[in-house]
């Protein structure tokens, strides 16, 4: 079936450091691909999607491009800041509609200053 | 606009017991997918309604159901609760459409003793 494999955590930067967490996804068809973010006591929120390869996904600075040659949707930042601290969760979409989601085991991000 | 509420917030129930979440979605979404998470096996997709039918289903036993009503309110139930079924029940909403943004709402932890 359909999986999501992310790079474990937890992912230790300091304010300014480059990131990149890495995702890649094993699916039959052509799924949509997402990255949301998880703040500390709070729901998850869409970070970025794409839809098809060659697709980029950026917003607030993070950027995730869809690879079908090498089935992956890393996530990267160039600069990140204490706020970036939280849960980042790569996902592909399956199902009718692509509304069932199937999340990669979450990374976890600790920016200090 | 009102986000996704989950209720209750948290529960505390013993083995063998029932037990019914509830999630309303945000105003005019018509979707409602119910997810499980947990530190071990992380976010797992459980099922989706839209406009009352169930549209998509995760891997989950019998025990796991669910309903959508006509106001796009639903409920998932759980039957005779085990102790692996301890864990976050995160409820999200979108409109229905293909590849839309899922609204996750904040979750009710769910212990099971």
């Known amino acids: 079936g359909n999986s999501v494999t992310q790079m474990e955590g937890p992912v230790t930067l300091s304010e300014e450091a480059f990131l990149t967490i890495n995702c890649t996804y094993t699916a039959t068809g052509y799924p949509s691909l997402f990255w949301y973010v998880q703040y500390p006591g709070e729901g998850l929120q869409l970070l970025l999607k794409?839809?098809?390869?060659?697709d980029k996904g950026s917003n607030k600075g993070f950027e995730a491009t869809y690879r079908k040659e090498t089935t992956s949707f890393h996530l990267e930042k160039g600069s990140v800041q204490v706020s970036d601290s939280a849960v980042y969760f790569c996902?592909?979409?399956?199902?009718?509609?692509?509304?069932?989601?199937?999340f990669g085991k979450g990374t976890t991000l600790s920016v200090s200053s | 606009k009102a986000g996704v509420t989950q209720t209750p917030r948290y529960l505390i129930k013993t083995r063998g017991q029932q037990v019914t979440l509830s999630c309303s979605p945000i105003s005019g979404h018509r979707s409602v997918s119910w997810y499980q998470q947990t530190p071990g096996q992380g976010l797992q997709f459980l099922f989706e309604?839209?406009?009352?039918?169930?549209?998509n289903k995760g891997n989950f036993p019998g025990r796991f159901s669910g309903r959508q009503f006509s106001n796009s309110r639903s409920e998932m139930n759980v039957s005779t609760l085990e102790l692996g079924d301890s864990a976050l029940y995160l409820c999200?909403?979108?409109?229905?459409?293909?590849?839309?943004?899922?609204?996750f709402g904040s979750g009710t932890q769910l212990s099971v003793l």
């Open positions: 309604y839209f406009s009352e039918t169930q549209r």
């Open positions: 794409a839809t098809k390869a060659d």
């Open positions: 996902a592909l979409s399956e199902g009718q509609a692509g509304t069932a989601l199937i």
């Open positions: 999200a909403s979108q409109s229905g459409g293909r590849n839309e943004k899922l609204f």
